[in-house]
């Protein structure tokens, strides 16, 4: 198992998710930091034996591409470095995944969201975007937005994920649920410590427009990546 975590500038947080990692996953997995940080980000998660690959190039998706291509297991599970996701439930949705022969489960925090844990703004964005997503592509998903995502390696293969940026994450589901079998399994989403990177409306903009792109244009981008 590989357990990807984009980070920049969590010098506060990462410390705190991988000490989370360590007490409550079992079995064999690595901890793969991509890094774009200005802070001591890299050190303490290298000091605590993640591996950490710096990659130069901005963009949450194209962290993610990296981490991807570089990921040892055949199972991926994905975080963010502020704290907010529940490494916790890690096991038991992948005993999920196998039980169930589930291909990818995506982690959604609208179920049991407290008011503290995402902006009213937040919200209202999200149920924007989950509605173009059934507009658009006829998929109902609660949260097209999260970042915590445990899914099967090999189906990387059959994706074409073109976003460097934010609405990477839109896109990875939306082929996710179009193409393989995948469920949406709720979490406890925590509040985040530190600096807020999102840019609420600027990003909500940017992931609708891309929405509205995908849906029209083929994206032809193949993932290099090792099985």
């Not at 179920?111 to 503290?116: A, F, G, M, T, W």
């Not at 970042?147 to 099967?152: A, E, T």
């Not at 082929?175 to 709720?186: D, G, H, I, N, V």
């Amino acid at each position: 198992m590989s357990i990807i975590i984009p980070t920049m500038n969590e010098e506060e947080n990462i410390g705190k998710v991988i000490e989370r990692i360590r007490k409550s996953v079992i079995g064999n997995y690595e901890i793969l930091i991509v890094d774009n940080s200005t802070d001591r980000t890299p050190d303490i998660a290298r000091s605590m034996g993640a591996r950490v690959i710096e990659e130069k190039r901005k963009g949450y998706g194209r962290a993610y591409k990296t981490g991807f291509s570089n990921a040892s297991g055949k199972i991926i599970v994905t975080l963010d470095g502020d704290n907010t996701y529940p490494p916790e439930v890690i096991n038991d949705y992948i005993d999920i995944l196998y039980r169930d022969n589930y291909d990818f489960i995506s982690c959604e925090r609208i179920s049991r969201l407290s008011p503290e844990a995402m902006v009213k703004a937040h919200r209202i964005g999200n149920l924007i975007l989950n509605y173009a997503v059934l507009m658009l592509f006829f998929l109902k998903i609660k949260d097209s937005q999260s970042g915590m995502w445990i899914f099967r390696k090999e189906i990387l293969y059959g994706m074409n994920l073109c976003s460097d940026g934010m609405p990477f994450s839109e896109e990875l589901k939306i082929q996710a649920f179009t193409k393989f079998r995948s469920k949406e399994l709720p979490i406890d989403y925590g509040v985040r410590m530190g600096e807020v990177k999102l840019q609420r409306f600027k990003d909500g903009v940017k992931n609708l427009l891309y929405l509205l792109k995908i849906r029209f244009f083929r994206c032809n981008e193949k993932l290099s990546i090792k099985i």
